[in-house]
């Protein structure tokens, strides 16, 4: 259980930071982690105490564990099954959600439309892979390389996926957000990418699951509006949040499952 | 009646409650010809519209307006028809704007709640073609 006493530190870690970025600017300390009314120099502490605090994580798992970090992670990028993975799970995201974003167009339940720049449009659209990269290898190796693996090495394979999957879903929700009804959108994104490392014990298939979903939605997010009621099309930069969204996920969850045969070992 | 007489379409179903006043107002403007078109046929209009002596008559001003923003009459045909209700005869300017308002507020209800069951159908055709797509991987 060392990988949840670890993950449970950063947010203690994001709070410090916080404390002392408000005391400095002269602002009274708050319970709660993040908001809207943050000055600029705070905001930008509790980002960096965030990332840092995952970094340190990443590192200081394995080493706690007595193996060096590229050693403890290596086994996770199988190079025999890096292509077929990665390039499934990117495929089954992008099929889910460009199918759902025409049936919501056809039907104005979303809009696509130009709301900013050539410029700022371009430069977004080339940044989205990037950003998905980035952001699903960070979420992997923790969610997924550290804490469930940690947990399948003591509980059984449904108490793990459960408990992976609703740290998954509360670290989104750490700090203070517009909305917190999406958290099943969360969960069931939490589940599928728990499941996916379970059935092929590589990181890979949830690398590309999540990378290719973010680098969608953060593709799309500059040109669609979402016009439909939230049950439908969810929320904003969480259209999964809806019911369609959630069917989608807990749908390719158990396609995952039958396809990778869902190996125990 | 006379060469000059309209020829008039109503937009009612000759069962409906109030069919009987639109049937009075339509002889009353002397029609050498009187159509019930049901509202859903209500783009035939574009077909029956051959001259501009036509007269369509709309049982209220919510239902001429509903046909108009569903736009499946064109611009052409409303551009040479005339348009008459049955109910209210006219409407005070002051009001004019309050009546329009209302009848578009009803009309997007309306609109929105049908496109909210197609979005879902077709949501479910995707999830199932997404899923069928998946599983030839």
């Known amino acids: 259980m060392i990988a949840i006493a670890l993950l449970l530190a950063v947010p203690v870690a994001m709070w410090i930071a916080q404390s002392i970025a408000l005391r400095a600017c002269g602002r009274a300390i708050r319970a709660q982690l993040g908001g809207n009314d943050l000055p600029p120099p705070v905001e930008q502490t509790l980002r960096a105490a965030t990332h840092t605090g995952m970094a340190c994580v990443v590192l200081a798992y394995p080493l706690l564990r007595g193996v060096t970090p590229l050693a403890y992670y290596a086994p996770f990028f199988r190079l025999d099954a890096a292509g077929r993975e990665f390039a499934w799970g990117a495929a089954a995201a992008t099929l889910y959600l460009s199918l759902l974003h025409v049936a919501w167009a056809a039907t104005d339940q979303a809009r696509f439309e130009v709301r900013h720049r050539t410029g700022r449009i371009v430069r977004k659209l080339l940044l989205a892979p990037v950003a998905g990269l980035l952001i699903a290898a960070v979420e992997e190796l923790l969610f997924r390389a550290v804490l469930l693996a940690d947990l399948l090495e003591s509980l059984p394979i449904g108490a793990a996926i459960a408990i992976g999957t609703l740290a998954f879903a509360s670290a989104h929700y750490v700090r203070r957000v ?32 999540h990378a290719a979903g973010v680098t969608l939605l ?17 929320a904003s930069i969480f259209p999964y949040a809806g019911v369609v969204g959630v069917a989608a996920l807990l749908l390719l969850t158990l396609q995952v499952w039958l396809r990778f045969g869902g190996a125990l070992t | 009646m006379t060469s000059t007489s309209p020829r008039i379409v109503i937009i009612a179903r000759e069962s409906d409650a109030g069919a009987a006043a639109l049937g009075a107002l339509a002889a009353k403007l002397g029609a050498s010809e009187i159509r019930w078109l049901a509202p859903r046929d209500v783009d035939e209009l574009d077909r029956v519209a051959a ?87």
């Open chain 1, 178 to 209: 517009k909305r917190y009804w999406t958290i099943v959108g969360h969960l069931a994104l939490g589940l599928l990418l728990c499941t996916a490392f379970v059935a092929t014990h590589t990181l890979w298939l949830p690398l590309g699951l």
């Open chain 1, 218 to 234: 953060s593709g799309m997010r500059p040109l669609v509006r979402y016009t439909g009621p939230p049950w439908l099309v969810g």
């Open chain 2, 51 to 137: 001259s501009d002596k036509l007269v369509v008559l709309f049982p209220t001003q919510a239902d001429f307006l509903s046909a108009l923003w569903e736009g499946r009459v064109s611009a052409e045909t409303w551009s040479r028809v005339s348009v008459r209700f049955a109910s209210p005869a006219a409407v005070p300017d002051a009001e004019l704007a309050r009546a329009t308002i209302d009848a578009w507020r009803a009309w997007s209800i309306r609109q929105r709640r049908r496109r909210v069951v197609a979005g879902t159908i077709l949501s479910l055709i995707a999830l199932a073609a997404a899923a069928t797509l998946v599983a030839v991987l």
